[in-house]
């Protein structure tokens, strides 16, 4: 494993009805991203522009580049 985090799907916080794209999740304070030299590959399905996964990944392409598949 090359990955910094590691979160298998069994470790997923479960679905919550209530939560939409505009709910807002706190980012973590550490910056995973410095003394790093790797591109990040993000594969990602039913993608929504609002919602947190996208605010994430913008905030990181700013410190790496990420290079986004849709499947």
Known sequence: MDST?????HNY?????????DTKYVLPSH?????KSKMVA??????QPK???MMYVKELSRHIQVRTHII
């Open 31 to 35: 910056n995973y991203a410095t003394g």
């Open 13 to 21: 916080i479960p679905f919550v009805a209530s939560h939409g794209p």
């Open 42 to 47: 993000w594969f990602v399905s039913n993608c």
């Open 5 to 9: 985090i590691y979160v298998p799907y």
């Open 51 to 53: 919602g947190p996964r």
